[in-house]
């Protein structure tokens, strides 16, 4: 009954709108639903856009839950809300509401822009939680073409080329392992809580060439996608997957020694250095809830051990208040790195792979070296392999040992 009642209002909507001259016209309906396919990734753009317009500057169709109905012309704002389960459009004073919206360009060599961001293939619009989301549905190797820019430094002419080579079959399997995010309308987030996508204009000729020459091709183990994670520096050794994220040991993953000496000792965060004032020590550790009280200040800091790679596994802190109380704090692992931070506040600790000293003015000096987790692909120390002639494969063989590089279809 809805459908019929639906298709009746957008029939008399798409009537008026071609009475009065507005810009929107009404397209035949022919082609079949819109459906995904093995090779297409589903990206969250925008959480909520509640209140904010989508303005269209190419000629677009409008779909309707799968089917074509509307043609809309430049200069046209579309504006979305959610209510009831359902996504309510408004366009030109006309109402729709649909369980979802999908904005296709009417020339697919042209592309939307969206947050002053132009995008390959489509913008879906659904109800997340009662609030209005847009993902971006766009082929993976299009996908890949605006991550490897963001993610990558590329160097100059090719002389990092068998890296970005290397580095997209990673980005490549990374994305496969994301298609099932279960529960979710997306597979993957446009942000560093997994890959940065910048669209079209973040493209450039050299990565696009990388994605080109590896097309289709993944890491695999015992004939089933594998796990991939990548870094930027990881300072002379990877780290042991387990000793980061949670799980099982993974054979592929267990840590490898980067080379001697280190091919990522070209990396400018090979070596590094963060020095804290007392009370900006203490302070993190108050806005992470370790400690509840400003009264309290840094007595001794100290390395309690290490995993074998050499990065921090477990550091304590000695705290004594103003009224001679000691209470101790413990953090372990890359959990250190988002608690400590660096001192500037601006990121995450570069690594946990670090010797720490007190100055005479009791500030707290930690040395480190590497960037990143440590685990899996060291961006640096691949491209210091590409520049010194080694080819894709036996960078990836040396980062994921006993891995095989496979066709996706094979």
């Not at 100290?302 to 103003?322: C, H, N, Q, T």
Request: glycine residues 8%.
């Amino acid at each position: 009954m809805y459908k019929k009642i639906l298709t009746i209002f957008l029939s008399v909507i798409i009537f008026c709108m071609g009475c009065s001259g507005s810009r929107i016209s009404s397209v035949k309906n022919k082609e079949p639903e819109v459906k995904s396919v093995l090779n297409e990734i589903r990206l969250l753009v925008d959480e909520n856009i509640n209140g904010k317009e989508i303005l269209i500057d190419i000629p677009s169709y409008i779909y309707i839950e799968g089917k074509k109905a509307i043609l809309v012309n430049p200069g046209n704002k579309l504006f979305f809300s959610a209510a009831n389960g359902l996504i309510h459009l408004n366009i030109k004073d006309k109402f729709l509401e649909a369980d979802n919206f999908q904005i296709f360009p009417k020339d697919t060599t042209q592309f939307l822009t969206y947050n002053m961001m132009r995008f390959r293939g489509s913008l879906k619009v659904i109800n997340n939680s009662d609030s209005v989301a847009v993902v971006n549905t766009v082929d993976l190797e299009s996908y890949l073409k605006g991550v490897i820019p963001k993610e990558m430094p590329l160097g100059k002419g090719e002389e990092y080329f068998q890296a970005l080579k290397a580095f997209a079959i990673c980005a490549r399997t990374y994305s496969l392992n994301k298609l099932t995010r279960n529960g979710e309308n997306f597979d993957l987030f446009i942000d560093t809580r997994d890959q940065v996508y910048g669209g079209v204009d973040a493209e450039k000729e050299i990565s696009n060439k990388a994605v080109d020459e590896t097309k289709g091709l993944v890491l695999t183990y015992e004939g089933k996608i594998a796990r991939v994670f990548y870094h930027s520096t990881c300072g002379g050794r990877t780290e042991k997957v387990q000793n980061v994220f949670k799980g099982d040991p993974i054979p592929y993953l267990q840590g490898v020694e980067d080379g001697n000496p280190p091919y990522c000792s070209i990396s400018p965060s090979f070596n590094w250095e963060e020095i804290y004032t007392q009370d900006l020590f203490a302070g993190r550790l108050r806005q992470t809830g370790l400690i509840d009280s400003e009264y309290y200040s840094i007595d001794t800091v100290e390395i309690m051990s290490r995993f074998a790679s050499g990065r921090v596994k477990e550091l304590k802190i000695d705290l004594l208040s103003y009224k001679d109380e000691r209470r101790s704090v413990f953090i372990f692992g890359n959990n250190i790195r988002s608690i400590i931070r660096t001192a500037n506040n601006k990121s995450i600790l570069k690594s946990n792979w670090f010797d720490l000293s007190v100055d005479e003015n009791k500030n707290v000096i930690i040395s480190g070296r590497g960037y990143g987790h440590g685990v899996g692909l060291c961006q640096w120390g691949a491209i210091d392999q590409s520049k010194l002639g080694y080819d894709f494969k036996k960078i990836l063989l040396h980062y994921f040992p006993g891995t095989n590089i496979s066709y996706l279809n094979d």
